[in-house]
C-alpha cells in the first residue's frame, strides 16, 4: 500500500542530538509533519555493541511505524554505521541514515583527500565512514578517533566550555600532524560544540555536518516516490522520547533552535508489547 504524502516524516535518535537534523529537515521542507523518537532512557548507544544497537533500533522504527510515518531518518550516527545497513535488508519504508550524506558531503569538501572523522566509539570502531568514504573516493586518506566525552559534555550543555574546549584538544591535536582539510562531525552532537572544535583545528579545517546532506536526501527521495506533502500551512513536530531528563527541554530546543511545544515521554515495550504506553 502506497504512503499518504501527508503523514509525518519520522526521525529517530538514541537522544535529542538529532534535532539538529529536524532543524535542517524544517528549513528545508516547511510543510513537512515530523514526528520525532529520542531513545533517551537507553542513550549512550556509542559505547554499545552492535547487536543491542540493531535490538534497540528495531524497536524504535516499530514504534515509529505505528504512528503510520512515510519514512524513517535514522538520525544517529551510531545507529546509521552499525546497524542501519542490516535493517535496509529488512524494511519496506523508505530509510535514510547520516552517514552516506555525511560521508559525500565530506568527499564533496575536501580538496587534499585528507579527511578527519570524529564520532562515538562504536561508530569509529565499525570503519563505516571509512569504508563510505573510500567508495565515493579511493585516493582518500583519512584519520580517525573516537571522542566519547564530547555527548556527555553536550548533554549537559558546557557548549562554550574551557573544560569541552580542553576535552577537544586532548582528541584533536593529534590531528595536526595528519593535515586534514576536512573534518566530519560524525555524531549528532557535535555540530552545537563546532565553534570550540574549529578553534582547536583551525579554520582551515571545514567542519562537515552531516545534518543539511542528510535533509537533502530526505527531499530527494520524498520528490521522487511522490511522497512530498501538498500541505500549504507550516508543518509541526511531536516529540516523544523513553525518558524526559533534566535539562532536556532546555538542551532540546537548543538543538532545534526553536520551543519545543509537545514532549511526550512513551514507554515503548507497552506500545509495542500491548499497543498502549503514551
Ligand atoms: N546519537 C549518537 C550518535 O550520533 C550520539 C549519542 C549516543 O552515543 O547515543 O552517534
Redesign the pocket.
Known sequence: MKSNPRAAIGVF???I??LTVVHELMMRLPNEEIVYLGDTAR?????KSPETVLRFLRENLAFLKRKNVKMIVVA????SSVALPKLLEEEKIPLVG?LLPGARAAAQATRTKRVGVI??T??IRSGAYEDALWKLEPAIKIWSRACPLF?PLVEEGWHGDEITYMTAKRYLDPMADFDADALVL????YPLIRTIISRVVGDKVKLVDSAHETAAEVQRILEKSGLRSDHDRPGGITVYVTDIPYLFKEVGERFLGRPMERVERVDLEAVLVNGSGT
Not at 544517529?76 to 545507529?79: S, V
Request: overall charge negative; aromatic content about 4%; proline content about 4%.
Open positions: 535518535d538514541s537522544g542530538g538529532g542513550l549512550p548507544y556509542g559505547t544517529c550516527n551510531t545507529a547520516v564520532g562515538t562504536a561508530t555527548v560524525g555524531c549528532t552532537h
